[in-house]
């Protein structure tokens, strides 16, 4: 089992280019993911999906659009990228919550670091 | 305001009890409290979840105040691999309400 995979790990990119981070999970979960992270902010969630076709905003999706095509991959795109998007990004998936509401534990990539010039 | 709060930081020595405080005053009736721990350079790892009771596993215990204001992650006997941010957090709600805390770092000491 690979876990949670995210490509690429470094980028670098020039103001207004755009770029897709590709996250990949052979767990079969339901729930994938995708936050930020910069210093002293902690984790932020961007974008989140909760099956394949879905997908819903979460506390910061400004300047990023997601795709779930398919179960296993969840894709964030950045259009025109900015350098307020200079960041560290995380993916991580999870079985659902359960009818109660509890969330079960979920499962990180190893990050992409991005800088934006 | 609907985050956590923790301390920046901390020390233990090794092998000592290490108690990770975090207040979550505003959290609702149905939020979970998660605990998630993260070292230099790699993705955050789950430590420990619950809801109203205190919890235990493997890794560490979860005591969750009656009021659920707060909560505190124990680590028994910390050892120098147990150096790491940790972040306090609460998931809840249908559509994913998930906040993380901004997270305490920390160092354990030989």
């Known amino acids: 089992n690979a876990g949670v995979t995210q490509t690429p790990k470094f980028r670098v990119l020039k103001t207004g280019q755009s770029m897709t981070l590709l996250c990949a999970q052979d767990?079969?979960?339901?729930?994938m993911y995708w936050y930020r992270q910069d210093p002293g902010m902690g984790l932020r969630l961007i974008h989140y999906s909760v099956g394949e076709g879905t997908t819903a905003k979460g506390e910061v999706p400004d300047g990023y659009n997601v795709s779930r095509l398919k179960k296993q991959n969840f894709l964030l795109g950045l259009e025109s990228a900015a350098p307020s998007q200079t960041s560290v990004y995380f993916c991580a998936s999870s079985y659902p919550a359960d009818g109660a509401g509890e969330y079960n534990e979920q499962f990180f990539g190893p990050g992409t670091r991005l800088t934006v010039l | 305001d609907a985050k956590t709060t923790q301390p920046n930081s901390m020390e233990s020595n090794e092998e000592e009890p290490v108690h990770l405080p975090c207040n979550h005053s505003?959290?609702?009736?149905?939020?979970?409290i998660h605990w998630y721990r993260q070292l230099p350079s790699q993705g955050p790892e789950y430590v420990i979840h619950g809801l109203t009771s205190n919890v235990n596993n493997r890794m560490a215990s979860l005591a969750i105040a009656e009021d659920r204001k707060s909560s505190t992650l124990i680590l028994h006997r910390a050892t120098l691999r147990d150096a790491a941010v940790y972040y306090c957090s609460r998931f809840g709600g249908s559509q994913g309400n998930l906040i993380f805390g901004k997270g305490t770092k920390l160092s354990v000491k030989p």
């Open positions: 767990m079969n979960h339901e729930y």
């Open positions: 505003t959290i609702s009736g149905t939020d979970y």
